[in-house]
């Protein structure tokens, strides 16, 4: 498990997130490669508020998950860099069903590295940060798919994180 997954987990669990909201937004991370320290709970605060679980701010009275199409549509808004209108069926349906399966999640993840590929090269010459970046965006999904082919670990002392990898 990466570094920043490992702490999007613990911010869930400071906030008690009731588990399907907290597996749902961890699963929304993973698939979107959102890995801000806050990202998974904005999603679950979203998922919570659009469900009428919660109020948005952090509390969230129970596990219930609806409006998944209203839910999806904002936080591909939110989450533009990250989540394409291709995505849209991936979201909703980890919305609905809290997952998907590993063989949806690598390849979503795969059209992710292609689009970080894609920005790197449209970069290249003009913009070497913007570039070190998008390869990095594109090793940590390739991390992350790795980790989904080999059991995905969830051990935190052998977590990476984003600057950590060498390109």
Known sequence: MNREYYEAVKELTIYNVPESIKLTAIQI????????ACDAMYVANCI?????????????????????????????????????LDDLEDLTDILKNGSIS???????????????????????GRDEWRVEYE??????????????????????DAAIGFYDIEI
């Not at 999640?105 to 090269?121: F, Q, V």
């Open 48 to 84: 919570a508020h659009d469900s009428g679980s919660g109020d948005g701010k952090g509390h969230i009275y129970s596990d219930t998950i609806a409006n998944c199409d209203k839910t999806a549509a904002f936080l591909a808004r939110a989450y533009g860099c990250n989540i394409f």
């Open 102 to 124: 590993d063989e949806r999640m690598i390849a979503g993840l795969n059209r992710y590295i292609k689009h970080c590929e894609s920005e790197a090269n449209r970069w290249r």
């Open 29 to 36: 991370a993973k698939r979107f490669q959102l890995h801000g």
């Open 135 to 156: 390869r990095k965006c594109g090793r940590w999904a390739q991390i992350t798919i790795e980790e989904i082919k080999n059991g995905d670990s969830t051990d935190p």
